[in-house]
């Protein structure tokens, strides 16, 4: 998880700048599309018919701070996202009745402005609600250079994954041929 501007990485002067974090990235892409040459598919973590309707806060994952207080995800600790304590209520009640909860469900690709635009809302899923809100004071908000990243690598990715698809694809028909 590259470091967001919240909680003690709120110091702008720390971490990375975009165009630093966006190099490394590229470099990591770089890397996982040379393996994947000589590897299979899979290794490019493209999955052909898998959908993203968010990212996953407050409805594939939550978070319990030491006190007991219950937040939507992990880098959500803040008072916007506080859904209950499990010292007042069974965590079960919380999940399911907290309007915190509740919005976290509700908040998908479907519903958020910029993402409601994008050719790749599905395979993305938003993006990282925290990173975006850290960056944006909005949850809803979208920053537009990290969806930029995002959009050049799944690009990138989905040209390597149909080469390797193809190209195993006419060598399977190659050697049946020949046979």
């Known amino acids: 998880m590259p470091i967001v501007q919240l909680g003690r990485g709120d110091d702008r002067s720390q971490g990375l700048t975009f165009a630093e974090r966006r190099r490394i990235l590229d470099r990591i892409e770089e890397l996982q599309l040379e393996g994947a040459a000589h590897d299979d ?7 052909q018919f ?9 409805t594939g994952e939550f978070s319990i701070d030491a006190r007991g207080n219950v937040f939507p995800c992990k880098l959500m600790h803040h008072p916007l996202f506080y859904a209950g304590s499990i010292r007042e ?8 009745t907290s309007p ?6 509700n908040r998908t690709v479907h519903t958020l402005p910029e993402c409601m635009k994008c050719t790749f809302r599905e395979s993305c899923g938003g993006g990282c609600r925290a990173f975006h809100w850290g960056m944006t004071g909005d949850v809803n908000g979208t920053t537009q250079l990290e969806c930029s990243g995002i ?3 799944i690009r990138k990715k989905m040209v390597a994954y149909f080469k390797l698809a193809g ?3 006419a060598d399977e028909q190659t050697v049946s041929i020949g046979r």
């Open 41 to 47: 598919c899979r290794s490019l973590g493209v999955k």
């Open 50 to 58: 898998e959908h993203r309707r968010q990212c996953g806060h407050g």
């Open 89 to 96: 209520k069974p965590l079960r009640e919380i999940w399911e």
């Open 100 to 105: 915190v909860f509740e919005a976290a469900r």
């Open 151 to 153: 959009r050049r690598g």
């Open 167 to 169: 190209g195993k694809r």
